[in-house]
Structures are given as C-alpha cells and as structure tokens.
C-alpha cells in the first residue's frame, strides 16, 4: 500500500495526476490511516494486559532502553543528513 503511494506521489512531481489516481492515492491514504490507527489500538490493549499481569517491574529499565534507542535514531539521521 505505501509502494503505491510512493509512486503516486512520484508520479505527481512528474505530472499532474487524473482524477482517477487522485481518488485512489486519497483512498489509500484514508484506508493506511484506518490501518494504522487499528493496529495502535491493539498495541495499546496488549501493553494494557501485560501492565495488568506483570506489573512494572522493570519500567526503569525499559524507559532507559527506549531513551538510548531515541538518542541513536537522532544521531543516525543527524549522520545521514550530514553524509547527503
């Protein structure tokens, strides 16, 4: 789905879209983000369960492993934009 998008969009910078391909790149905008919400939702409902069942005893660490992970993808694309 997001393939098709990409060459949408690509497409657009080329040339002007029909009308065609402009319902179908709206189409499958509204239909990635129903997608995407669907799938926050469910992610949301199981962090919600495993916080019921274990608990958090390991919230430090977890916060710690996501704070460096965020720093290495804000060094990494600060690397890549230096390197284009």
Known sequence: MTLMIDELDKMAKIRRLSDQELN???????RLV???REEEIE???????KYLLEGN????????????????NNVSSIWN????
Request: with cysteine; hydrophobic share 40%.
């Open 24 to 30: 179908l790149k709206h189409y499958l905008n509204e």
């Open 43 to 49: 992610w949301y409902e199981r962090a919600k369960c």
């Open 34 to 36: 129903h997608i995407l």
């Open 57 to 72: 005893d390991n919230t430090q660490y977890f916060h710690l492993w996501l704070l460096m992970k965020d720093i290495e």
């Open 81 to 84: 934009k230096k390197m284009e």
